[in-house]
């Protein structure tokens, strides 16, 4: 048993998320952000959450506008 176990958080490889060209914390990409939806988990601390590419913004709003991927149920 861990004491500093962060319970609904999981790790990713730098494939899935590639590092983040400004801060060099991986970012999450759209496969990762479906996968922790499917699961029902969480981004830890470690990801980069501020400086979001504009590719992936586009990508997520088109998914968004035709719900498709983790925004299918919503």
Not at 16 to 43: H, I, K, M, Y
Not at 47 to 64: I, S, W, Y
Request: charged fraction near 20%.
């Amino acid at each position: 048993m861990s004491v500093d176990a962060v319970h609904g958080v999981f790790p990713v490889c730098d494939r899935c998320a590639p590092a983040c060209s400004t801060c060099g914390r991986p970012l999450a990409s759209e496969r990762v952000l479906e996968f922790a939806t499917a699961l029902g988990a969480n981004l830890g601390d470690g990801a980069c959450q501020q400086h979001a590419q504009l590719g992936d913004r586009l990508k997520a709003a088109f998914k968004r506008t035709f719900k498709l991927g983790r925004f299918k149920n919503a």
